[in-house]
């Protein structure tokens, strides 16, 4: 029971921004977009995570739309070691379960 | 480094074996979780505890029997596996429940043969 929609995979050059989008055109009101990577035989880690404003920390930048249908994630420069599957996640802040779906897998390619 | 320590990171057990899994966090936070990752399939979660007390039991099969003894430790044992519990098996622990963030050990990749 997916709630987010994202591409299977994408590549980006190393040192250039990269761009991750997602849709979730059901979230609800009380929804947050969460988003994690998992490096190759890592666990997942916590990137980001917002509820209508744009985000930007260390790591990355959430922009979520108006309306809440959709996010992009941004990585402003992307280095090799960024390459993981990342993984876009909506949830009540309150509720631990995170629904983790297949992700996109992304390659920086130098 | 998450300061979530799981051990071991490789495991070969028989189907009639008895193993145990252990994860240990020094982070001070009172919910751990233990995930499930089969290829080709996402993350399932298995088990919830929060400040010891199991909140989640999420279908598991009773072969997979989980134990907090304090907010520092989960373990997972293990008995009767299928060699389709092959698997990564992940915990995470987090500063309560259903905070932002959740810190996830490396994982133990198990093998059921």
């Known amino acids: 029971d997916a709630k987010t929609t994202q591409p299977p995979s994408m590549d980006c050059a190393e040192g250039r921004a990269a761009n991750l989008p997602c849709n979730h055109s059901?979230?609800?009101?009380?929804?947050?977009v969460y988003w994690y990577r998992q490096i190759h035989s890592q666990g997942p880690q916590y990137i980001i995570h917002?509820?209508?404003n744009n985000e930007t920390n260390e790591m990355a930048s959430l922009i979520i739309t108006e309306d809440r249908k959709s996010s992009t994630l941004i990585l402003p420069h992307a280095t090799l070691r960024d390459t993981a599957v990342y993984y876009c996640i909506v949830r009540v802040f309150n509720d631990y379960k995170l629904s983790f779906g297949a992700g996109t897998t992304v390659t920086v390619r130098a | 480094e998450t300061g979530v320590t799981q051990t071991p990171r490789h495991l070969v057990m028989g189907m009639t074996n008895k193993k145990s899994l252990k994860c240990e966090q020094h982070l001070g936070h009172n919910a751990m979780y233990w995930y499930k990752q089969s290829a080709k399939k996402p993350l399932e979660l298995m088990f919830v505890y929060s400040l010891e007390e199991r909140v989640e039991n999420n279908s598991v099969p009773s072969r997979f029997s989980p134990e907090c003894p304090n907010s520092s430790h989960l373990f997972l044992h293990l008995h009767t596996l299928q060699p389709e519990d092959s698997a990564l098996y992940l915990c995470?622990?987090?500063?309560?429940?259903?905070?932002?963030?959740?810190?996830f050990g490396q994982g133990t990749r198990l093998t059921v043969v």
């Open positions: 059901t979230i609800s009101g009380n929804e947050y």
């Open positions: 917002g509820l209508k």
């Open positions: 995470a622990s987090s500063q309560g429940l259903g905070t932002a963030e959740a810190f």
